[in-house]
DNA sequence: CCGCGGGCCTGAGAGC
DNA sequence: TGCTCTCAGGCCCGCG
């Protein structure tokens, strides 16, 4: 399921049940999700106070009073719901996409709050892993990340730079987490469309190379480059404003639906008109890299 | 090192 | 109704 936008909605969702509360209590309802629990998963948990909830491209990150992070992803159908103690809701009024299947409640944290927060993940390609604060910096799933798309560092000479000695399509260099971290499939194809670039043209053309510096050579960013972090940058704001987009899986902790996905361009409109003024031309899909690209083949170049 | 394809899981929807 | 097949928002790993 969830990208950056999803991962976002999911964390602001989590801040007031969480973040300066306690974990009272932590259940893992099974041995594994899609890696083993550490045999201290519990025991670190319980009776630390979460300090803060943040992000870091898809993952979820709770600092904890220990030195401790606990690391949360939610691979393609992770959600958490959150339950308020005694504020008249019944359990209900929360649910996940399937809402009679509770058989993929996986992970249950009753915080001090009153809330429970619940883990919810049908697939199983979501984890969660404790890393002790200072060797975030060794931790494997995190090392080789690349920016953040809406933080400072990330900008057309950034990307540029990253792309210029790629061998591969536009498509797939933004799919790489190390090229930028946190984007997926839908807001790949969404921000290729709003750039106009298609998504197999070679990710090297968004660079000039400028020659050898000190023995590096340099990349110049292209206007090219210069309109896609614009677009990438618009497309992420507006789905975090909709609380991401909802397809099958995806649900903000209260339950409510994003819906983002009202605004896709391209993104699951095959055989639909192109939206663009006086384009005329046919949203198409196709594979690449082994998932479905959409786009227009008339206005995007 | 890089890029690609397979595999991990379950469930929904299409077609027969 | 029920079977089979394809596909799904992610990412690790092994291969060439």
Redesign the pocket.
């Known amino acids: 399921?969830?990208?950056l936008p999803?991962v976002e909605t999911v964390r602001r969702g989590l801040q007031p049940a969480m973040e300066g509360s306690k974990i009272l209590k932590a259940e893992a309802r099974r041995k594994?999700l899609?890696f083993p629990f550490q045999k201290d998963f519990v025991s670190r948990l319980e009776g630390q106070t979460v300090t803060a909830i943040g992000r870091r491209?898809?993952?979820l990150m709770a600092d904890l009073t220990s030195g401790d992070v606990l690391l949360m992803?939610?691979?393609?159908?992770g959600s958490f719901r959150v339950l308020e103690g005694s504020s008249g809701k019944t359990p209900g009024q929360f649910h996940h996409?399937?809402s009679e299947?509770r058989?993929?409640d996986h992970v249950v944290f009753h915080m001090s709050s009153g809330a429970a927060v619940i883990f919810n993940d049908?697939?199983?390609?979501g984890y969660m892993k404790i890393i002790a604060r200072h060797a975030l910096d060794n931790e494997?799933?995190l090392k080789g990340l690349g920016p953040e798309p809406l933080g400072n560092e990330f900008d057309a000479a950034m990307l540029a730079a990253s792309c210029f000695?790629?061998?591969?399509?536009l498509k797939?260099?933004l799919?790489?987490?190390?090229v930028v971290a946190g984007?997926?499939?839908?807001y790949v194809c969404e921000a290729l469309y709003r750039a106009r670039l298609s998504p197999r043209r070679l990710?090297a053309t968004l660079a000039t190379k400028t020659g050898q510096r000190k023995g590096v050579a340099g990349a110049e960013p292209t206007d090219h480059a210069k309109r896609l972090v614009g677009a990438i940058h618009a497309v992420l704001n507006q789905a975090i404003k909709a609380g991401?987009?909802?397809?099958?899986?995806?649900r903000q902790t209260s339950g409510e639906l994003?819906y983002f996905?009202h605004s896709f361009q391209v993104?699951?409109r095959e055989g639909e008109k192109c939206q663009t003024a006086d384009c005329g031309g046919i949203v198409r899909?196709f594979?690449q890299?082994?998932?479905?690209t959409f786009w227009c083949p008339k206005c995007q170049k």
Do not use: C, V, W
Not at 73 to 77: A, I, K, N, R
């Open positions: 399921m969830p990208e999803e594994d899609r491209a898809k993952y992803h939610l691979g393609m159908s996409a399937r299947d058989a993929h049908p697939r199983r390609f494997p799933l000695n790629k061998k591969t399509s797939a260099a799919l790489d987490q190390r984007l997926g499939n839908i990710a991401g987009s909802s397809l099958r899986d995806h994003g996905q993104y699951d899909r594979t890299n082994g998932r479905s």
